[in-house]
């Protein structure tokens, strides 16, 4: 059942801002069967150019964002990744290529994944390209991810976020918010104060919370700070704008699969808790399956020994 009065209440926020220009222009990020997803890509229009939240995996994602700013006559001015998932960074070298002087405003946490969870990860798909067995289509993927893999200047920040805070990006205020060991080691959501609209990243995705590198508390925590803000409107990492009540009902979705995962119930259950507490963000998609994903977050990720669990969270880290 939906809470028609916060519904009534943020469709009255949003007509306040009628009239004025939209607050983003969204990319929205792929979907297909058969390949990486790319992220939502963001662009919010600032005095000294464009700023890009996300760049996407996939050239034809990296193609729209440079005709979009094409079209809009500006220069990308910055580019602001939420975490560096190759979903989200994958396009920056084209971006910088067009525009070299876009600042990469990110968490230092890539550094760690460059050296960790992308080296063991692009270890396997090496083994998997030397079977022989890689369909095409799939070997171009796999070349694409260790392309943005090896451009390290593009990787990494010319701006580094180590601290939540205001920021003036190219000459718009901003809040920049660094959660630490939430959805990666280090994820920056983004809050625009004179629009209320928060941009996620992937502690919000629509179809199924992406656990690969999670630290389960630290990103409910995430989610805590971000309901505290005063946002309208929510870009999450993938999927479509949110209201507050679609963010508390996605939240509590997530709760729910990981109190499932907790308790005793086979994984069936979980994972059809899931798809019905989280309907409204997964019918847009059609009839795509996320059984196996789901699956694999419960096997791989929630329900395993509490040291494999909480791997990339503080207390478990290496020193
Ligand atoms: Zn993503």
């Not at 943005?148 to 190219?170: E, H």
């Not at 179809?207 to 999450?236: H, M, R, Y």
Request: hydrophobic share 45%; glycine share 8%; proline share 6%.
């Amino acid at each position: 059942m939906r809470l028609m009065p916060v519904v009534t209440m943020s469709l009255l926020a949003a007509s306040a801002l009628a009239g004025a220009p939209a607050p983003y222009l969204l990319i929205p990020g792929t979907f297909e069967e058969g390949r990486q997803p790319d992220g939502n890509s963001i662009i919010l229009d600032a005095p000294g150019g464009l700023i890009v939240i996300d760049t996407g995996r996939h050239k034809v994602q990296h193609d729209k964002i440079l005709a979009a700013a094409k079209a809009r006559g500006k220069p990308i001015a910055a580019i602001i990744n939420t975490h560096w998932h190759l979903d989200h960074t994958g396009g920056n070298q084209e971006i910088r290529t067009a525009y070299p002087k876009a600042r990469v405003i990110a968490s230092n946490a890539v550094a760690g994944a460059l050296s960790g969870f992308l080296k063991d990860s692009r270890k396997d798909a090496e083994e998997y390209l030397a079977s022989g067995e890689v369909a095409q289509a799939q070997k171009a993927e796999i070349l694409g991810d260790f392309a943005a893999m090896d451009d390290r200047a593009d990787l990494m920040p010319t701006d580094p976020v180590t601290a939540s805070g205001k920021r003036m990006i190219a000459g718009r205020p901003l809040e920049l918010h660094l959660a630490r060991f939430a959805a990666t080691e280090g994820d920056v959501w983004v809050y625009d104060p004179k629009t209320r609209t928060a941009y996620s990243g992937d502690l919000v995705v629509a179809f199924a919370p992406f656990l690969d590198t999670a630290c389960v508390d630290g990103w409910f925590k995430a989610l805590d700070q971000i309901e505290a803000s005063s946002f309208v409107t929510l870009v999450p990492g993938h999927g479509a704008a949110m209201s507050r009540s679609d963010f508390a009902q996605w939240k509590s979705a997530f709760r729910h699969f990981v109190d499932c995962a907790d308790s005793d119930a086979p994984e069936e259950q979980c994972i059809a808790g899931w798809k019905k507490d989280a309907a409204r963000f997964i019918a847009p998609l059609g009839k795509r399956n996320l059984d196996d994903l789901l699956g694999y977050y419960l096997d791989k990720r929630l329900r395993v020994p509490p040291a494999e669990r909480n791997k990339y969270c503080p207390a478990a880290r290496p020193s």
